[in-house]
């Protein structure tokens, strides 16, 4: 038994002087790495634990908490707010959850996710892009190239039914009347001291239209991007609060219960023909608006052809799910400190409820404007829904309605004026980019 345990033991220092001798020839070569080991041994030894602590303060150091700033904290905090009025009370959840955590995570020190001085001076740096470029930097230029508003354009398309517009060619002025609130509200931002261009991309926050509004102030203030994008998608997403107390504030009982006729049938020609009409005479009129139109209107050729089921069912879901993902990130990533913890960011959303507030009164004016020359009288309420929030707007007109009328149906009839808010609000970016671009 002791004869087994002496050969164990033999066996085991035998085992250990291979490996020491082994290490020593593998380690003998690297002379530095010798002498670094000296160092550190004779550092450590001369200071105790100051080594170790060195090391811990350079590890604390090159966290991201020692980057914090109350700027920051501040932002991480808002952002947190929106992804909670996202997922907890769903308020446009689709789009303000990604941009909510985009927000996050370009306020986070340290992560190098977002590097807005790549998209200085409205410009692509190219040549810094490779060594200064992050994730989010990467995705941000289908915003700034205008493709991401675009690929949406398509889906909404797609999803779109023009044929109540169709059906009462006069929703197509109520629509174009509620674009009012891009134009005041333009008119408004210019007299606070903001630049045409600015004051373009904050008035277009009037038409209630999302990627619209993203794709005018990446061409015109992309600076503002972050703080009008979250301005943009909030207040469609409180819709139902801010135009009801206007419509009725402007309209009398008697015409809120103004029942309408029931519309016709439109047929299948003129929902195919529409679109490519449309598309011809709305670009050769407004070059620029050309991207945005032409993108929905080819969705809805999509959808009303009926001979590309495969690419409309596409482009309405997985296409328009990848982009509104990658669009939502890469808006809420401008979204930094310094973007938007500003006076100017403030003011942006205050003058965004009156550009929504004059929308809505343009729609609902007009259309009352209309009744004292026409024999069937148009319910003023459809008129509010000529924003382009579809189809929370055309909702909200029946809502209102009901409160008057249970039996009044007004949904099929505001949702001509809504679509054809959609259209107008694309022709309104065109008409900015036309003079302002």
């Known amino acids: 038994m002791k004869t087994k345990k002496n050969i164990l033991i033999l066996f085991a220092f035998l085992l250990a002087s291979i490996t020491m001798s082994v290490g020593a020839q593998t380690v003998a070569p690297d002379s530095a790495l010798v002498v670094a080991t000296e160092q550190v041994s004779a550092d450590t030894s001369g200071s105790g634990l100051s080594y170790v602590e060195e090391s811990l303060m350079n590890f604390l150091s090159s966290t991201g908490f020692a980057g914090l700033t109350w700027e920051t904290i501040v932002m991480i ?13 769903q308020f446009e959840p689709l789009l303000l959850l990604p941009i909510a955590f985009g927000m996050l995570l370009t306020n986070l020190p ?8 790549l998209f200085a001076g409205g410009h692509v740096h190219w040549e810094s892009f490779v060594q200064k470029g992050g994730m989010l930097d990467y995705l941000y230029l289908g915003v700034k190239l205008g493709l991401y508003p675009c690929l949406i354009f398509v889906g909404v398309g797609a999803m779109t039914d023009f044929g109540p517009m169709l059906a009462n ?4 002025l109520l629509g174009a009347a509620a674009q009012l609130g891009i134009f005041a509200t333009y008119l408004a931002a210019v007299g606070l001291g903001f630049t045409p261009q600015e004051a373009a991309s904050i008035g277009i926050i009037g038409g209630a239209d999302g990627p619209t509004a993203i794709f005018l102030t990446s061409k015109l203030a992309p600076h503002l991007l972050g703080p009008i994008a979250v301005a943009a998608y909030s207040y469609m997403a409180l819709v139902p609060v801010i135009q009801p107390p206007i419509m009725r504030l402007l309209t009398t009982k008697n015409e809120r219960l103004i029942r309408m006729k029931q519309l016709r049938i439109v047929s299948k020609k003129e929902k195919i023909i529409f679109p490519i009409f449309a598309t011809a005479f709305i670009s050769l009129l407004l070059p620029p608006a050309a991207p945005l139109v032409g993108s929905l209107l080819l969705g809805n050729l999509m959808r009303e052809s009926g001979v590309v089921e ?4 596409t482009v309405q879901n997985e296409l328009m799910n990848i982009v509104t993902i990658f669009l939502g990130i890469t808006v809420g990533a401008t979204a930094t400190a310094s973007a938007f913890l500003n006076l100017q960011t403030m003011m942006i959303m205050v003058i965004g409820v009156l550009a929504f507030s004059f929308g809505t009164a343009g729609g609902v004016l007009l259309a009352k404007f209309m009744n004292l020359f026409l024999k069937e009288k148009i319910n003023p309420l459809i008129g509010s829904a000529g924003v382009s929030a579809v ?8 809502v209102v309605g009901q409160e008057e009328d249970p039996g009044n149906f007004l949904l099929m009839h505001a949702m001509g004026p809504n679509v054809a808010g959609v259209i107008g609000s694309a022709v309104a970016a065109g008409l900015l980019l036309t003079l302002l671009g």
């Open 391 to 398: 189809p929370m707007a055309a909702r909200v007109s029946q």
């Open 169 to 172: 060619p006069k929703s197509l």
């Open 310 to 313: 495969r690419l409309s069912k």
């Open 77 to 89: 905090i808002i952002a947190c707010v929106l992804l909670y009025l996202a997922i907890v009370k």
């Open 110 to 117: 340290g992560a190098g996710m977002f590097n807005g001085d």
